[in-house]
C-alpha cells in the first residue's frame, strides 16, 4: 500500500502494523492505553537499551526525535515511586494512560513531524513488557560524568554525559 494523506496513514498502521492509531488535527496519534505505552529515552541510552532487546530478540518499533527515541512496549506494571523517581532523574519518562505518541506519515528518514522510525513496526511484532524495558533502560550505563580534578584538566570543570543527562 501506499499511504499519501494522513487518512492512509492510519489504514497503514492499523491494518498493516496493528497499531490502535487515530487521526487527530491532522496527524497519526497512538494513544497510550493499558494495552501499549511507550518509554522515551535520552538517546545514547535508548540505543543500548535496543542493543539489548535485539541481543534477546525481543525489541519492538522505535521511533527517534532529535534528542530522544521512543520505544513501544506493553505495560505490564507500572514502576514503583522509588523507581519512577530514578527514571525521572535518568530523563526516562512513561506518558500516562490517556496521553498519545505523534507517529510518522513516513517510513523514511525524514517526515513532516520531524522523527522517523529507528526500527519501523511490523505486522508480525510482539512488544516487548515494559518492565523489561525499565530493568534494561536502569542496568546499562552510558558514559558518565566526572568531576574529579584529573578528568576535568585540573579546572574543575563539569563533563557532561553523552546521552544529555547533565552532570554527573
Not at 506493553?74 to 523517581?85: E, G, N, S
Not at 520531524?114 to 512488544?127: I, T
Not at 515494559?130 to 568531576?147: G, W, Y
Request: with cysteine.
Amino acid at each position: 500500500m501506499e499511504a499519501r494523506t494522513v487518512d492512509d496513514w492510519v489504514s497503514c498502521y492499523q491494518r498493516e502494523f496493528g497499531l490502535p492509531v487515530r487521526e487527530r488535527g491532522g496527524f497519526v496519534m497512538l494513544p497510550i492505553t493499558d494495552r501499549i505505552c511507550v518509554v522515551h529515552l535520552p538517546t545514547t541510552r535508548a540505543e543500548k537499551v535496543l542493543a539489548v532487546l535485539r541481543e534477546r530478540r525481543g525489541e519492538g518499533p522505535v521511533l527517534a526525535r532529535q534528542i530522544r527515541w521512543s520505544l513501544l512496549a506493553v505495560p505490564d506494571a507500572r514502576p514503583p515511586d522509588d523507581v519512577a523517581t530514578e527514571l525521572s532523574g535518568l530523563d526516562i519518562d512513561i506518558p500516562a494512560i490517556g496521553s498519545a505518541v505523534m507517529l510518522p506519515t513516513s517510513l523514511g528518514r525524514w517526515s513532516r513531524e520531524g522523527c522517523h522510525w529507528v526500527r519501523p513496526p511490523a505486522g508480525h511484532d510482539v512488544l516487548p513488557p515494559l518492565s523489561l524495558v525499565l530493568h534494561i533502560a536502569l542496568s546499562v550505563v552510558p558514559q558518565r560524568v566526572s568531576t574529579a580534578l584529573r578528568e576535568s584538566g585540573e579546572s574543575g570543570k563539569f563533563r557532561y554525559d553523552r546521552d544529555g543527562v547533565g552532570p554527573r
